[in-house]
């Protein structure tokens, strides 16, 4: 037998490849299993139990971490109660609605968006980006906080892509955990290429 003949007789009958398998991941608690995955990865998650809990949650992270700017996804907040606030100290800007919103990115304290779909197994956020949705919004501000309600959490990639019945968008980015990268002596750096933190909001639907 040639080594030709050896390839082929690996891939299959008359050079084909063999159907490949079928790839399953279940998990009986899926928000528990992104929440640890995630936590794994560097990131970290509250769960709140309903929407007006969650604006506590997110009004408290701001003022604790003293944010002045905020660059955000309006659609997002929708449903949170008395957020934005009224801190005269804050000052938001919105994606599709702020003339200089990549330069208000740059400057901010903290990005809020939300996200397509997150992935239990590796606790990763499927984000896509859109006149009102825009990238830098997760990607210039220092802190990323992402509103998630539990009923987007999928157990992996494959079984989003399957869910989902319209095409790709044309942006789309998963993120797991805050920005980080390693030189060749495996020094972990956090934050040099985007956020140095992400929080994900859990929020029920």
């Known amino acids: 037998m040639t080594a030709r003949d050896e390839i082929l007789s690996r891939l299959g009958r008359d050079g084909e490849m063999s159907k490949p398998g079928i790839y399953r991941r279940s998990y009986p608690d899926l928000a528990a299993q992104f929440s640890a995955a995630l936590t794994a990865a560097g990131g ?3 769960r709140a139990a309903g929407r007006a809990e969650a604006a506590e949650y997110l009004a408290r992270l701001l003022q604790e971490m003293g944010a002045g700017h905020v660059a955000a996804h309006r659609a997002e907040l929708a449903g949170f109660p008395g957020i934005p606030g009224d801190d005269p100290g804050q000052v938001w800007a919105f994606a599709g609605e702020q003339p200089d919103y990549r330069q208000f990115c740059a400057r901010a304290d903290v990005g809020i968006s939300g996200a397509e779909a997150a992935l239990a197994e590796t606790g990763s956020l499927v984000l896509a980006s859109g006149s009102e949705t825009a990238r830098m919004t997760s ?4 802190v990323h906080v992402v509103l998630l309600p539990e009923s987007r959490i999928v157990a992996s990639l494959f079984e989003w892509v399957k869910q989902r019945p319209e095409p ?3 942006n789309l980015v998963l993120v797991s955990g805050p920005s980080k990268t390693a030189d060749i002596e495996q020094t972990l750096i956090v934050g040099v290429h985007g956020p140095k933190r992400l929080v994900v909001l859990l929020v029920p639907d």
């Open 44 to 46: 970290e998650v509250l």
């Open 168 to 170: 790709m968008p044309a």
């Open 139 to 142: 990607l210039l501000p220092p």
